[in-house]
């Protein structure tokens, strides 16, 4: 996961972590490896607003979530209940995603909508009148001005 992370994550990750001095807590190597390829880049804090409504890369807010659970936090009831809250989140967004893409469902409404465009097609009868190209027409003109002599 760590090798994957944007330099502005990696950026707002590091402004954060020092502003609420919590950036000793994680290991040395995720420590280097913030710093090395956070960049220049550097995100505006302010500890009077609540982070969730400060941070609006979903990026930034899954690796502080993830450095909080694994390495910053110490209390074993709230590793548990985030544990709980992370799975409960992942079981809706399943039941979610499968009411949207059910397997089973997929080819029955793409049957439903051959069958019924087919038979709309077959019902519906163009009619559409042919003409001649310009000089088609001139040389039908012609035939008919020698024929009438």
Known sequence: M?????????GNVYSILTEMK?????????QNYII???????????????????IDDKE????????????INDNADIKTYLINKYKSNEII??????????????????????ITTSTTMNNEVALVEV?????SRIIKKIKNF????
């Open 2 to 10: 760590i090798n994957s992370i944007s330099s502005r994550t990696c």
């Open 22 to 30: 919590l950036f000793n807590k994680i290991p040395e190597d995720k």
């Open 146 to 149: 020698f024929k009438r002599k």
């Open 93 to 114: 967004y399943q039941k979610e995603l499968r009411e949207k893409y059910n397997p089973d469902d997929i080819f029955k409404n793409v049957k439903k909508e051959n």
């Open 60 to 71: 930034t807010m899954v690796v502080l979530s993830y450095l909080f659970l694994k390495y």
């Open 36 to 54: 090395n390829h956070k960049g220049k880049y550097r995100c505006k804090f302010n500890k009077n607003i609540p982070l969730q409504f400060q």
């Open 131 to 135: 003409k001649d190209n310009l000089i």
